[in-house]
């Protein structure tokens, strides 16, 4: 293993509404270059897990390391204490977010939505910034459609400017939540097949799905989550296909017979 | 006299105190918007005092009527020593009243943008302050604008209230004239026309910004 | 001794400042409710008026929404009081001020009613119409009764609303609250105290009307099937 450090530590994190306990103290590591997968049923967790990690949610318990640096507390004096709201938005630079319901800005244009980090977040100058988001387009596949606006996009398009736009903040992490839940089945692949390109690529990816063979194909680890709790982790061989925990099989079984 | 005749004969004192309601008008909108636009923003900054503050402030100028906040911004403030001109008093008074519904109507524009927005504008790591100005606020403006418009609309009808506290308006030259020429029905229908011809229009502009029902 | 003296003849006069105001107040409440009456009246009128297929009756409706919509109240009521006056009616001033307002509720409240009709789901009509209502019985039956809940927050609005208007008919001398008011400052040159005080009388009549609304609104809502 060597002393290379994790590039997302999370340690103890639990995290409940009121009186209801959504994580129940999860412990993960996430290497550089790792693709991580989450499964479970619904009310796992798994989502809330994931935007702890750049701190949409705020845990109520435990940490999340992210390479080293604890994300929406800071060290002051030996004590923590929560970070300014500048602190937080300047790490979240190096995690990119890809969400279900795609949230392209309905304003600006493709080509704009992915401009815009760039140019106010960056600060860096424009003409720049639209090489930069043209070519990320291109990667994605949808060059032609950079002055089009979301709402003449098909849900496969709009999460792959999506992607392109969390990619255009260069980070170091990749964040999915079920990236591709509210596609039609027939744009499904056309937005996995850039996931998979990313994978390829080195990417650090922690990614919360429920499309299974994706998972087991792309993934170095996967963790499977039920009512707060870590139930199993391992590669995708273990998991799929010799689970050791019986939660883990029933879930599986209950997938299957769709 | 004729209506025609008397139209002829005071129609030029009639723009220029119609023209004086409207400035009016735009002096207590300038108010209205940029002070309702703070109370919205304090409103939604999420502290629980500044909640309480505002939330008294809004109850106060929508519980009293217009007429009774003018007596005192320009009657009661002079009897304890700081004294505004009937203008003063009237632009101070209607703006504050309208930044009371004003605020309420952006705090609801601006809740109206879904939560995801703001998410991933976080997410790529933009500042909360970045996230109001480049992401929410420009699609809350949407939402904003027909209720903004009826506002106007009524603030703009609401400057003949400032009459009674003498400002210088349309109704209150209509008095005037009323006392000089001792027609009071035509003059009167004659302003009301007047009234007509500016808010109608202005009225259709907001139905068609207005998002089909 | 003497703190007495000082304490009686201001006694007096807050007595009779607190009784004067509270007559103006029952004044103003009740040219509220006579004008309330006038306008959802002839507000409902207006409304089934502006949904006749009969093009003269529904373009009089609106004529008469915009017209009355688009012209500050205050005018209407001068307006009124001088037309009655030309037309050789004498009005005692209160009656005049709520038909001043009844007439310019109905044309705010025709709105309301249209929207809330409206705002009642479509399939209801058509369900009424597929065992056989006439549209007229799925109207008064079905789609009425929909949109009386719906129309009770922006009718509570409109209450509160015409409690603070009334306030303009002291300009025609009318002894309500606001006017009654005016003539005690003008007595006493209690400015701020007096103004403030009616300031909280309007407050504390306006919220309850409000928090009324709430209650009718919940309380006539259909109830859900379990």
């Known amino acids: 293993m060597g002393d290379v450090q994790p590039l997302v530590r999370i340690a103890g994190?639990?995290?409940?509404?009121?009186?209801?306990?959504?994580?129940?103290?999860?412990?993960?590591?996430?290497?550089?270059?790792?693709?991580?997968?989450?499964?479970?049923?619904?009310?796992?967790?798994?989502t809330t897990l994931l935007r702890c990690v750049n701190h949409l949610e705020q845990p109520t318990g435990g940490h999340v390391l992210i390479d080293g640096q604890p994300i929406g507390v800071k060290q002051r004096g030996g004590k923590f204490v929560p970070m300014s709201s500048t602190?937080?938005?300047?790490?979240?630079?190096?995690?990119?977010?890809?969400?279900?319901?795609?949230?392209?800005?309905?304003?600006?244009?493709?080509?704009?939505?992915?401009?815009?980090?760039?140019?106010?977040?960056?600060?860096?100058p424009r003409e720049e910034a639209r090489e930069v988001a043209m070519s990320l387009l291109g990667k994605v596949g949808i060059a032609e459609k950079a002055d089009a606006f979301p709402d003449s996009l098909s849900g496969g398009q709009q999460q792959r400017v999506a992607i392109a736009r969390a990619l255009a903040m260069r980070p170091k992490l990749m964040l999915f939540d079920e990236a591709t839940s509210a596609l039609d089945p027939e744009l499904v692949g056309e937005v996995l097949g850039v996931m998979r390109q990313l994978a390829t690529e080195g990417m650090t990816m922690i990614i919360v799905t429920h499309e299974m063979r994706f998972a087991e194909s792309v993934s170095d680890q996967v963790v499977f989550m039920a009512d707060g709790k870590i139930v199993e982790k391992g590669p995708p061989h273990q998991i799929f296909h010799e689970p050791r925990m019986e939660r883990t099989r029933s879930f599986l079984r209950a997938i299957d017979s769709r | 006299m004729s209506a025609l005749e008397l139209w002829n004969e005071i129609h030029l004192e009639l723009l220029a105190a119609a023209l004086a309601s409207i400035k009016l008008a735009l002096g207590a909108l300038t108010i209205g918007l940029v002070l309702g636009l703070f109370l919205a923003l304090a409103r939604l900054s999420g502290k629980g005092w500044l909640w309480r503050a505002t939330g008294i402030y809004i109850e106060i100028f929508r519980g009293t009527p217009a007429l009774m906040q003018l007596f005192i911004i320009y009657f009661g403030l002079a009897?304890?020593?700081?004294?505004?001109?009937?203008?003063?008093?009237?632009?101070?008074?209607?703006?504050?009243?309208?930044?009371?519904?004003?605020?309420?109507?952006f705090r609801a524009g601006i809740q109206a943008v879904p939560k995801g927005q703001t998410e991933a504008a976080l997410a790529i790591g933009m500042t909360r302050t970045q996230v109001m100005v480049w992401i929410v606020l420009p699609q809350a403006v949407r939402v904003m604008l027909a209720p903004a418009g009826n506002i106007a609309i009524s603030l703009l009808k609401d400057t003949s209230v400032a009459s009674l506290i003498?400002?210088?308006?349309?109704?209150?030259?209509?008095?005037?004239?009323?006392?000089?020429?001792?027609?009071?029905?035509?003059?009167?229908?004659?302003?009301?026309?007047?009234?007509?011809?500016?808010?109608?229009?202005?009225?259709?502009?907001?139905?068609?910004?207005?998002?089909?029902? | 001794m003497t703190d007495l003296f000082t304490w009686l003849p201001r006694g007096d006069l807050l007595g009779n400042i607190l009784s004067t105001l509270l007559l103006g107040a029952g004044t103003t409440l009740m040219l509220t409710a006579a004008s309330f009456v006038v306008a959802l009246t002839l507000g409902f009128v207006l409304a089934l008026m502006r949904r006749s297929p009969w093009l003269p009756l529904?373009?009089?409706?609106?004529?008469?929404?915009e017209i009355f919509r688009n012209i500050p109240i205050l005018t209407q009521l001068f307006i009124l009081y001088f037309g009655l006056a030309r037309l050789g009616i004498t009005l005692p001033a209160t009656v005049a001020a709520v038909l001043g307002f009844g007439l310019n509720g109905a044309a705010i409240l025709s709105e309301v009613f249209r929207a809330s009709i409206n705002a009642v789901d479509r399939g209801q009509n058509e369900a009424a119409l597929a065992i056989g209502m006439t549209p007229v019985r799925s109207f008064w039956s079905i789609i009425l009764p929909q949109a009386f809940?719906?129309?009770?927050?922006?009718?509570?609005?409109?209450?509160?609303?015409?409690?603070?208007?009334?306030?303009?008919?002291?300009?025609?001398?009318?002894?309500?609250?606001?006017?009654?008011?005016?003539?005690?400052?003008?007595?006493?040159?209690?400015?701020?105290?007096i103004y403030l005080t009616v300031a909280l009388i309007y407050l504390f009549l306006s919220l309850p009307i409000a928090h009324l609304a709430k209650r009718a609104e919940r309380r006539s809502l259909p109830q859900r099937a379990a």
């Open chain 2, 166 to 213: 003498a400002a210088p308006d349309l109704m209150l030259r209509a008095q005037d004239l009323s006392s000089q020429y001792f027609q009071p029905l035509e003059i009167y229908l004659i302003v009301g026309a007047m009234y007509f011809v500016l808010c109608f229009p202005l009225s259709l502009l907001v139905r068609a910004v207005e998002p089909d029902r």
């Open chain 2, 79 to 105: 009897a304890i020593g700081i004294t505004f001109s009937s203008l003063q008093a009237a632009i101070i008074g209607l703006g504050l009243n309208a930044s009371a519904y004003l605020s309420e109507v």
């Open chain 1, 13 to 46: 994190l639990t995290k409940a509404f009121g009186s209801h306990v959504v994580l129940d103290g999860i412990d993960l590591d996430v290497m550089p270059g790792q693709k991580l997968s989450l499964i479970g049923p619904s009310g796992s967790g798994k």
């Open chain 1, 87 to 124: 602190e937080l938005a300047r790490m979240r630079m190096s995690i990119g977010m890809v969400f279900q319901r795609f949230n392209l800005f309905p304003h600006l244009s493709a080509l704009q939505n992915v401009m815009i980090g760039l140019v106010k977040v960056r600060r860096q």
């Open chain 3, 58 to 65: 529904s373009a009089i409706a609106r004529i008469y929404l």
């Open chain 3, 149 to 193: 809940p719906i129309a009770i927050p922006s009718v509570g609005n409109f209450l509160v609303g015409l409690l603070k208007d009334t306030s303009l008919a002291s300009a025609a001398a009318v002894p309500e609250l606001a006017f009654r008011a005016r003539m005690l400052v003008s007595e006493t040159y209690l400015t701020s105290e």
